[in-house]
Structures are given as C-alpha cells and as structure tokens.
C-alpha cells in the first residue's frame, strides 16, 4: 500500500480528493489535511509515499510547503491554475492535477504513482545488480549502468553523477550514500567533492586526474594517501 495524504484548503475539493483515494486499492489514506501546517505534523510522525497537495493555499502554499521538505514524498500537486505547472515540476513533482478533475484523470496519475513508487522501492531494498543502479532523478527513477560513471560531483544536497552520455544525473543523495553503494574496487573518493571511477583515469599529473573526457579532478591531502597506494599497487615502471 502506498501511504498518503491529501492537503487542501477548499473543504469541497478535499472531500474529493479524499473520495477519489479511498476508491483506488493501493492507496492508503493516513489523513486528509487543511493546511500546509497540518500535513507538516502528520509527517513528522509518520513514514508518508505520497502527498496530493493543492498549490494555492493562505500562509503557506502548496509550492513552498514542499520546497520546504527535507525529505521529500512523491509529490502530485493539485490546483486550478495551470501556470503553475513548470514551478512544480522544478520541485520534482511526479504529476499535476488541473481542477477539476474527474476520476478518470485521478486514476491514470495515481497508477503513475505506482510505478514510480515500485521503482523507488526496488531502489530502496537495494536490488542492483552488480552492473548497475537505480537513481532518482528530477521525478523519475532510472536505470543507470554503472560503467559508465566517469565520475561523481557534490553539490551541496544533491550529487551530479557524469557519465559517458551527454547528460549529467542529478539526484537527492548524499556522498557518503553514493560512495557505500558503488564498488570499492572500481571508485574511489578523491577528495570531499569528488568520487571517481578508477578505470576512467587517463592522466595523474600534478595531484590531479585527468579523467575520460579530459576533466580535471583535484585530489585533496584528505584523500592523497589512499590514491598514492592504490597507484602504489597499479604503477609500472621505476
């Protein structure tokens, strides 16, 4: 069962909505909330999937409420307001509801929200094989094999994950997570912003590596010793 809550301040549209949750068989409604305050509440004391929340709301609306979250649900944001819609997807929202709304739109958002959900779990319960893992990115889960990580950047909250597509993964993960779950045998943290994959180092040249795609990565006097004996054991010659 994927646990929710529902938040909105329109009596009318939260019996709805409410009415529309406890109609779909995996959905499980902890508690239907007025305001952002209260849904604040209820998450502090429990282990919530998915929040349905309605963007237009008095003190605290629905876009700065989940801005506001460390930890963040899958989000489906609700709201009459169509112009909102790119400004929920810039805080990772799964989907968007324009009210009103029917059942039938509810349902097929809501079976989004299933497989979103059995991605994440699969994520969660660590069933990666050796050759790859799944990374939440923006509002999708996705399959990344992990050969081709050239090297992993922190940002602050978030890590970018540079590999030999075009484009770099961002996702809501510390360092020290990305590090456990990757081989020690073929990464290594080279200093506290850098993780690099060791097969894709072409130059070691002034304490720095030259990584596929001629990226410079500085190594740290944190990590030097680790990377000295690891090229201790790989080095040939005099």
Known sequence: MIKCIAIDDEPLALTQLVGYI???PFLELLKPCSS?????EVLANNDIDLIYVDINMPDLNGLDFVRSLIHKPLTVFTTAYSEYAIEGFKVDALDYLLKPFGYSDFLKSANKVKQQYELLT?????LNDEKHL???TEYR???LEIDSIIYIESMSEYVRIHTTQDKPIMSLLSMKVVEERLPASKF???HRSYIVNLQKIMEV????????GQVYIPISEQYKDLFNRYMGDNFLGK
Do not use: W
Not at 36 to 40: R, V
Not at 122 to 126: A, H, M, W, Y
């Open 141 to 143: 889960v996705v399959r």
């Open 122 to 126: 699969l994520s969660n319960n660590q």
């Open 134 to 136: 799944f990374v939440k």
């Open 36 to 40: 952002a305050f209260e849904a604040m």
């Open 188 to 190: 290594m943290r080279v």
């Open 22 to 24: 406890n109609k779909v």
């Open 205 to 212: 040249t002034k304490g720095r590596l030259v990584m596929e």
